[in-house]
């Protein structure tokens, strides 16, 4: 068996009274370097966030990370861990895969009911590795959303805006 290295991802954005929260699957390059959630330049999360919820897009990092815990808005990825060269999700190796302790994270974060994938893997790797571990008690409601990775430049940025808004709006509070 090869030992392939494992990229490392960041602990969550979340105060308690969270109600809603924002999964990606893992950081990409550009967003491990700068130790920064959605870092890389053309990717369109935080100026769909910075849309939807009336703030400067060039607010500093921990500024907008501020925002949206203000706004009952948590965020984090659905793996803590996994080997992926590169940035793309497609080239997350499977057998590799460690998710995040979602069980203590809700039981932490009790007024979270709903969750938005930042895309497909995402939403995949949680269906698959997550909710198995959480049973059918977990009453959640699951949504996916088309991702903001410059990878996923196909969708208009409008369309993509909208989507999000619509979810967005799902938090409670």
């Known amino acids: 068996m090869v030992n392939h290295p494992q990229v490392q991802g960041f602990p969550p954005v979340a105060r308690r009274d969270a109600s809603l929260l924002i999964l990606g699957s893992m950081p990409g390059q550009a967003s491990l ?75 932490q974060h009790p007024h979270i009911d709903c969750i938005c994938f930042n895309g497909a893997k995402a939403e995949s790797s949680w269906r698959k590795r997550v909710q198995p571990l959480l049973g059918s008690t977990q009453a959640l409601k699951l949504l996916r959303l088309p991702s903001t990775s410059p990878a996923h430049a196909g969708m208009p940025y409008e369309t993509k805006r909208a989507l999000w808004a619509d979810a967005l709006a799902q938090r409670s509070g």
């Open 33 to 107: 370097q700068a130790q920064a959630y959605y870092a890389h330049p053309r990717n369109t999360f935080w100026r769909i966030l910075s849309d939807v919820l009336d703030f400067p897009v060039d607010l500093a990092y921990v500024k907008r990370l501020e925002i949206l815990q203000a706004n009952g808005i948590a965020l984090w990825d659905v793996l803590a861990s996994c080997h992926r060269p590169g940035s793309l999700d497609a080239d997350i190796d499977d057998a590799t895969l460690v998710v995040n302790d979602f069980v203590d994270f809700l039981q």
